[in-house]
């Protein structure tokens, strides 16, 4: 699936959750709803993508672009909030529940991590007809994240 170009609303279950703000890498669009993470090389939160070593902490609450890599923040939400599921093969089922999942892009999640090109984005909660809850708990959070 392609990254997104605007906004998502994406569905979130009741959990007591925590909207923080970190450093955001720059030239790359945010947009609410997508699923954010941390640049495992720099500490700044990015959009997800497959191509990017990153761990996931959430879904950005805030539509902006960073012009200059780490002069500004991004204020994200952690939680269990539904994703896209991926096709075929790499589809999580009802027995992925507890595993860890993976991001295809910003708002797709897949059982693999595709021969280690893709990074890991949370923690498999449940599945239904729409997609995938995936939970983000907060345990890999950027240091200097604030609420």
Same mark, same amino acid.
């Given at each position: 699936?392609?990254?997104?170009?605007?906004?998502?609303?994406?569905?979130?279950l009741a959990t007591p959750d925590s909207t923080l703000s970190a450093g955001a890498a720059g030239a790359h669009p945010f947009y609410?709803?997508?699923?954010?993470? =941390?640049?495992?090389?720099?500490?700044? =939160?990015?959009?997800?993508?497959?191509?990017?070593?990153?761990?996931g902490v959430g879904v950005s609450?805030?539509?902006?672009?960073?012009?200059?890599?780490?002069?500004?923040?991004?204020?994200?939400?952690?939680? =269990?909030?539904?994703?896209?599921?991926s096709s075929s093969d790499d589809a999580i089922a009802n027995k992925d529940k507890g595993n860890f999942c993976f991001g295809s892009d910003d708002h797709t999640v897949a059982k693999t991590?595709?021969?280690?090109?893709?990074?890991?984005?949370g923690w498999v909660h449940s599945i239904d007809s729409l997609g995938v809850w995936v939970k983000f708990d907060g345990t890999t959070l950027?240091?200097?994240?604030?609420p």
């Open positions: 699936m392609a990254q997104l170009s605007n906004d998502r609303n994406t569905p979130e609410f709803g997508q699923m954010v993470g =941390i640049g495992l090389d720099d500490g700044l =939160i990015k959009p997800f993508s497959a191509s990017m070593v990153m761990k609450q805030e539509t902006k672009t960073v012009t200059v890599h780490g002069s500004g923040t991004i204020q994200f939400k952690t939680g =269990i909030f539904r994703f896209d599921n991590s595709a021969t280690s090109t893709r990074s890991r984005a950027p240091s200097g994240s604030t």
